[in-house]
């Protein structure tokens, strides 16, 4: 079915175009680049998966339970809203903002896919050029991931949310080689491996705790990639230049924290628009939930040597500025050995079934003979 006809709203002019302007940069140096990077790059290749082998597709998810989302964070619960809905009308509310969600992550990851390209066509290093291509093609198969499970275990679908289009249209409108890192790498991907990883560590479904993990295995690698681009080049700039980057951080982290309201599901309800966001500002579980959301951005920025004093206010004023001190690294590699975590469990299973079975077949023969 045409994902047209999924769609919850009506999702715009498709496709959506977005005009590119800066240069395509070429190298000439074939034989040099940083050891890290390169590094990188060689684990990029190492860890290429295919989505359709690597995941338990055969895995029913019931649309209306997706995630086992638990009543007390539901952006209702405890309104006078949430008192006239029967167990069905709950049970559509799960099923439409598994659905947000998961569009969502969708939406950016063809926006990073997109960003990725940008970055090999721009960025002057070759082995940035190099590991960006290798990201690419993750992108690609995140995208497809989350759109089969919309497609054949949600059966629904949210358009891009308005904020998140903006960033993404404001990250590739920028002439500047570095600002797909930026928009992307660090403020995007950021924070949707703090997504991913809340529902990652709080689903008790096997389906999109697999997708998310897995997922979440290459973003880790993304995000590391952006740091050490970033951090390299970032030394070379003008405090003008500085600042410059930190105005549009500071203007993303808003777009972004602004993004996590999911009022478009509300509305979907017959809730109006300005109650809708009265009820998202005061629900506890997405004030957690919007902080615990820049726990890899907030550290990241500080990374890669933008902290200035305006960029310091702004976080401090959205109530993460101490999330700065959190330990970056020690995120990424949890992040990863997750992944390897779940395979080695799965492939355990796998393994004690393949015996058992075989067991069973032995004992059959010999009970008939």
């Known amino acids: 079915m045409p994902t047209h006809d999924l769609y919850a709203n009506e999702p715009g002019a498709s496709p959506w175009q977005v005009p590119a302007t800066g240069a395509a940069r070429f190298s000439w140096e074939y034989d040099d680049g940083r050891d890290r ?11 290429q998966w295919d989505g359709q082998q690597r995941i338990d597709w055969d895995l029913e998810v019931d649309p209306h339970d997706a995630l086992g989302t638990p009543d007390e964070s539901m952006t209702l619960y405890g309104t006078r809203y949430w008192d006239k809905l029967t167990d069905k009308d709950k049970g559509e509310l799960r099923l439409h903002y598994a659905s947000w ?3 969502q992550f969708l939406h950016g990851e063809q926006g990073a896919m997109i960003c990725a390209a940008r970055i090999v066509e721009s960025v002057p ?6 590991y960006s291509a290798t990201q690419t093609m993750d992108e690609a198969r995140h995208a497809e991931i989350y759109g089969r499970f919309l497609h054949e275990k949600i059966g629904l679908v949210y358009p891009v949310n308005d904020n998140l289009q903006s ?10 080689w570095d600002m797909p890192y930026l928009g992307m790498q660090v403020l995007i991907e950021g924070l949707a491996l703090a997504a991913f990883g809340m529902i990652r560590d709080t689903t008790d479904k096997p389906l999109p705790q697999q997708i998310l993990t897995y997922v979440m ?6 995000v590391a990639f952006g740091r050490l681009a970033l951090r390299d080049y970032y030394k070379q700039l003008t405090d003008a230049e500085l600042r410059e980057r930190e105005e549009f951080v500071i203007e993303g982290c808003y777009l972004m924290r602004d993004r996590l309201r999911g009022v478009e599901v509300l509305e979907n309800f017959g809730i109006p628009r300005a109650e809708a966001e009265v009820f998202s500002e005061r629900s506890e579980f997405l004030q957690l939930f919007r902080k615990l959301l820049f726990s890899r951005i907030v550290p990241c920025v500080k990374d890669i040597g933008l902290w200035g004093k305006r960029l310091q206010q702004a976080y401090a004023d959205m109530g993460v500025f101490e999330l700065g001190d959190a330990n970056l690294d020690l995120l990424m590699t949890q992040d990863e050995e997750l992944a390897e975590q779940l395979d080695a469990r799965r492939f355990a299973a796998e393994e004690r079934d393949r015996i058992a079975e075989v067991r069973e077949t032995i004992e059959s023969g010999a009970a008939e003979s």
Do not use: I, N
């Not at 990077?37 to 860890?47: C, E, M, R, T, V």
């Not at 295995?217 to 993304?222: F, G, K, T, V, Y």
């Open 217 to 222: 295995q290459d973003e880790a690698r993304h």
């Open 167 to 176: 960033l993404l249209g404001d990250t590739l409108r920028d002439t500047r």
């Open 37 to 47: 990077l390169l590094a990188l790059y060689q684990k990029g290749k190492d860890k």
């Open 101 to 103: 969600q998961f569009s």
């Open 125 to 130: 290093d070759l082995d940035a050029k190099f």
